[in-house]
């Protein structure tokens, strides 16, 4: 009987795996004509920061620059109890721009500190849409211009743009992390392709106010707040749409240990958004993003893998030890077609199903974590800020 267990469990994370490549193939293939509006709705734009003087300007001089109206949109920059220049440099910028307001914040023991500035903003935020920008982002100029088309329907409550990262080739650990970002980059793609679950992921996302104050706001004690509010979103009959059109860079990790303490946050968020699914209402789409939210739950089902060896010599060794070269082999080949787009060498699509099993391990302990009730923490992840940009590059 286990080693009937053992091949049923191997197989649905396998079929969970194709089921994702899948998916990121399609958002791979998918360049969509898309429309600008240079003027229309009105945005208030928030950008949380904490111990971000590296990157902040980067972002406020793309965010001044917008080929948009500039009667339409204001910004908000909510410092959160920085210990280095960050208050000063942004102080620099507000008095540059009329546009652009400065709330300062006192630190505090709220588990997400990131939700709580952004309810701080909203409260001060005058425009129609709320558009969300992490400090280390660096946004297209026209970001604006076709994200406002997107809004004609009543029904879509929130856009989600593309993110790509931009300090690719910074680190061996920044190259293994943009891979993994980029399929699931390109995963929700797909799902945004065939009308299935987009999450919105925190930085260059863009809601409706009216909608986030029905919501209520961001979830203050929740360690991946985007995922939640997205759950929160769908489950209200509203729609979340993805333009890849609408484009901004954003840096991974370059360090080790940078990596692993921003993994274990988005890990062990999945999992405790995973844990709460069923007080939400379900539609197919939620069903869909089941398979988003679970994610740390397949990765440690997938453990079982290494136990087909239990299995062996029996014939439905071979079916199972089949399924799960089938996926590593579709993941292989995906990783290898990200890898030529953004520039990363051949070698690491090759390394990475090695950097799997080092993924499979933090998310194990991200659930083990969430099951013993580990305080939760909300840890910033390091910028490096050595990637420069100018105000008017592409």
């Known amino acids: 009987m286990i080693y009937y267990i053992l091949i049923i469990v191997s197989g649905i994370v396998s079929i969970w795996s194709v089921y994702n490549s899948f998916l990121a193939f399609l958002g791979l293939k998918w360049n969509p004509n898309e429309s600008k509006s240079p003027s229309g709705y009105t945005f208030s734009i928030i950008v949380p920061a904490k111990n971000e003087e590296n990157v902040i300007g980067r972002l406020l001089d793309r965010l001044e620059n ?7 949109f204001n910004i908000i920059v909510v410092e959160d109890g920085s210990t280095d220049n960050t208050l000063y440099v942004c102080k620099n910028y507000e008095k540059m721009y009329d546009n652009l307001t400065v709330i300062h914040l006192n630190s505090t023991n709220v588990v997400n500190g990131k939700s709580r500035a952004l309810n701080y903003a909203l409260k001060n935020a ?9 400090a280390d982002t660096v946004p297209k100029l026209d970001t604006l211009a076709y994200v406002s088309s997107k809004f004609s329907d009543p029904n879509i409550a929130a856009v989600q743009g593309r993110l790509i990262p931009i300090n690719v080739r910074e680190s061996a650990t920044a190259r293994f992390a943009s891979l993994e970002e980029l399929f699931y980059e390109y995963s929700i793609s797909g799902r945004a392709r065939l009308g299935f679950f987009v999450p919105l992921e925190g930085t260059c996302t863009f809601i409706r106010k009216s909608v986030l104050n029905e919501i209520g706001g961001w979830n203050e004690e929740s360690l991946t707040e985007d995922l939640d509010l997205s759950l929160k979103i769908i489950s209200r009959g509203y729609k979340i749409i993805y333009s890849p059109s609408t484009v901004a860079w954003r840096e991974v990790p370059i360090s080790l240990r940078s990596l692993i303490k921003q993994r274990l946050r988005w890990y062990r968020g999945h999992f405790e958004v995973s844990l709460k699914v069923n007080k939400i209402k379900f539609d197919l789409r939620i069903i869909d993003g089941l398979m988003i939210v ?10 079982v ?18 399924l799960v070269s089938a996926a590593s082999f579709i993941s292989l080949l995906l990783a290898i077609m990200i890898s030529r787009r953004h520039m990363i060498e051949f070698i690491f699509p090759f390394l990475s199903l090695i950097y799997m099993n080092f993924v499979i391990i933090l998310n194990l302990i991200a659930v083990f974590m969430e099951f013993i009730k580990y305080p ?12 420069t940009v100018k105000i008017h590059d592409s």
């Open 126 to 134: 005058k425009g129609e849409i709320i558009g969300i920008f992490d």
């Open 66 to 72: 917008q080929e948009y109206d500039r009667s339409k």
């Open 294 to 303: 679970a994610s740390p739950i397949f990765m440690v089902l997938s453990l």
């Open 305 to 322: 893998n290494y136990s087909l060896v239990l299995v062996y010599p029996s014939q439905i060794y071979f079916i199972a030890a089949t």
């Open 376 to 387: 939760k923490i909300w840890i910033k992840t390091d910028r490096s800020g050595g990637i």
